[in-house]
């Protein structure tokens, strides 16, 4: 199976911040990454798709890249609804996940 | 809109088998493309893909857990289900069924609210 290697595993940022969230994958998954939100309580929800595509509806600050085994979520000017954990997921294997990070405000 | 739903045995002993329904709306599972997972997350930890099942009647399935899964549909009812045998303390978790509709692509963009599952003796 392929490994998710996601970091950091917590993160505290600031108001307006820029975020970036690490993720590495064992082999190449040739942008077969996506990124998920989930806050306490909730499911998680698609932000990203193909490394780089963001899902209907999510604000354009949150953006993806990446390629090969090295992979990147970027939140731009950090907003209080953005406190969650968030999570990669390869699926050019059969799909395994990141082990999550948990972004807090500071 | 699209809408899944778990539902299923909330307490379990070890040893039982646990057995789960995804109900779900807005969506076909005859339609080309259309596959619903099966994913569950411990308590503060992270997510494992378990299985899934397609449109085609396709299933995958996670190969560490293979030898105690079976999902199935019934595609009138737009329903899917997944049993787990022989669960122990180690399958206390809640469990998400989740769509996916790029054939090829298993990322999950409709998730359901989850079910919590206890094994405990």
């Known amino acids: 199976d392929i490994q998710m290697t996601q970091s950091p595993a917590s993160l505290s940022a600031s108001l307006g911040e820029t975020v970036t969230i690490e993720c590495r994958a064992s082999?190449?998954?040739?942008?077969?990454l996506a990124w998920y939100q989930q806050k306490p309580g909730k499911s998680p929800q698609l932000l990203i798709y193909?490394?780089?595509s963001l899902h209907t509806g999510v604000p354009s600050r949150f953006s993806g890249s990446g390629s090969g085994t090295q992979y990147s979520l970027k939140i731009n000017s950090l907003q209080s609804e953005d406190v969650a954990s968030y999570f990669c997921?390869?699926?050019?294997?059969?799909?395994?996940f990141g082990g999550g990070t948990k972004l807090e405000l500071k | 809109q699209v809408t899944l739903k778990e539902s299923g045995t909330g307490i379990l002993q070890p040893s039982q088998a646990l057995s789960l329904t995804c109900s779900f709306s807005?969506?076909?599972?005859?339609?080309?493309?259309?596959?619903v997972s099966w994913i569950r997350q411990p308590s503060g930890k992270g997510l494992e893909w378990l299985a899934d099942?397609?449109?085609?009647?396709?299933?995958g399935y996670n190969p560490s857990l293979k030898n105690r899964l079976s999902i199935s549909k019934d595609t009138s009812n737009n329903q899917a289900f997944l049993k787990i045998t022989s669960v122990d303390t180690a399958d206390t978790a809640t469990y998400y069924c989740?769509?996916?509709?790029?054939?090829?692509?298993?990322?999950?963009?409709?998730w359901g609210q989850g079910v919590m599952v206890t094994v405990s003796s």
């Open positions: 989740a769509r996916s509709d790029s054939p090829g692509a298993q990322y999950f963009d409709y």
């Open positions: 807005g969506f076909s599972l005859s339609t080309t493309g259309i596959c």
């Open positions: 099942i397609c449109w085609d009647d396709g299933k």
């Open positions: 082999e190449d998954i040739y942008n077969g």
């Open positions: 193909n490394a780089n």
């Open positions: 997921q390869q699926y050019y294997d059969y799909p395994t």
